[in-house]
Each structure stands twice: as structure tokens, then as C-alpha cells.
């Protein structure tokens, strides 16, 4: 699979909003499953969602009903809309993929990362 880069990190305060996009090539974009993971400072990496190739989307309770996955197939990216961000959602947020058979938020699944885009939530 080829690399996952992303972008639109940034500085934001608590209740904004963010977009993350996650470009790859047309084969890893294809994947099985897609998700989101995210990594706060001093904290292990946990799973914000996903979405399989079929178009299932699941999320992490912390974040259901404020962040919203989706894939632009045509342009062969993955995205994370963030609203109503707060202070706890300061992290390094990573996307990646695998093609395994399931889909799940578990760290081991995933075979191929980005390098990560850093979101900062301040008062």
C-alpha cells in the first residue's frame, strides 16, 4: 500500500471546527478499512473511527456525533470533520489503512500510517 499523508491540522479554539484530510493513492484507498486514530501527549494512540470500503462508519463514543468520516473515492481521500472540539481532542491525529477482512479500531490491524497532523485545542 502506499503512504497516507495528512493535513489540515492546526490551532483552534475549544468549540471550532477542523477538517483533516488524508490523500493516498488509488489502491490504498481502496482499502478494506480506512480509519482515524489520534495520539495526546503522554497518552497511547486511540481509535477515532473508521469506514470500510463498503461505506460502514463507526466511531469512538468520545467523539460520536461531533466528528464525521467520510471518503472521496475520486479524489482518493479520506477526511475527519471536527466540530464542537473540545480541550480533550488535543492530539496528533494519523490515518491509516489495511485490507484485512475485519474492520475494527485496533492499532494492530493497520499495516500502512501517515505521519500524523497535529490538532491543538486551546480556551
Known amino acids: 500500500q502506499e503512504p497516507l499523508v495528512e493535513s489540515g491540522g492546526g490551532s483552534v479554539q475549544a468549540g471550532g471546527s477542523l477538517r483533516l484530510s488524508c490523500a493516498t493513492s488509488?489502491?490504498?484507498?481502496?482499502?478494506?478499512?480506512m480509519a482515524w486514530f489520534r495520539q495526546a501527549p503522554g497518552k497511547e494512540r486511540e481509535g477515532v473511527g473508521y469506514i470500510t470500503s463498503v461505506g460502514t462508519i463507526r466511531y469512538d463514543q468520545s467523539v460520536q456525533g461531533r466528528f464525521t468520516i467520510s471518503k472521496d473515492n475520486a479524489k482518493n481521500t479520506l477526511y475527519l470533520e471536527m466540530t464542537s472540539l473540545k480541550l480533550e481532542d488535543t492530539a496528533t491525529y494519523y490515518c491509516?489503512?489495511?485490507?484485512?477482512?475485519?474492520?475494527?479500531?485496533?492499532?494492530?490491524?493497520?499495516?500502512?500510517w501517515g505521519q500524523g497532523t497535529q490538532v491543538t485545542v486551546s480556551s
Open positions: 488509488e489502491a490504498t484507498s481502496s482499502s478494506n478499512c
Open positions: 491509516a489503512a489495511h485490507d484485512k477482512a475485519v474492520c475494527q479500531l485496533r492499532q494492530e490491524l493497520f499495516t500502512t
